[in-house]
């Protein structure tokens, strides 16, 4: 019933910004967890970012300080703002939100977008 929509992505030179969002839609009761995760070519996904209900939030070590993260409820949004972009940050992002009820536990992906970083 859940879907995810990200975008924001583009191509950018080193030094640049960008920032990605990602709506939810469908029948949404406030996520317990939204996080980014990126994957390259040849590499494993790794989680970037999350933030949770509570506005913890977390941060991969080779993005801290450069990244943030926030989240609007009311939208139902997740955003990843990106500064100071590397190369080595060139990668296709995904969305993520989890749901942890009291019985089960949903996760649910966006369909990614692509983050490069070139000059």
């Known amino acids: 019933q859940v879907q995810l929509v990200d975008s924001g992505g583009g191509l950018v030179q080193p030094g640049g910004s960008l920032r990605l969002s990602c709506a939810a839609s469908g029948s949404i009761f406030s996520p317990n967890v939204m996080a980014w995760y990126r994957q390259a070519p040849g590499n494993q996904r790794e989680l970037v970012a999350s933030?949770?209900?509570?506005?913890?939030?977390n941060y991969a070590e080779s993005v801290k300080g450069r990244f943030t993260i926030s989240r609007d409820n009311a939208k139902n949004t997740v955003y990843l703002q990106m500064n100071s972009l590397k190369p080595e940050d060139t990668a296709v992002y995904y969305c993520n939100l989890v749901f942890q009820g009291a019985f089960k536990r949903d996760d649910y992906w966006g369909p990614g977008t692509q983050v490069t970083v070139s000059s």
């Open positions: 933030i949770t209900s509570a506005r913890t939030t």
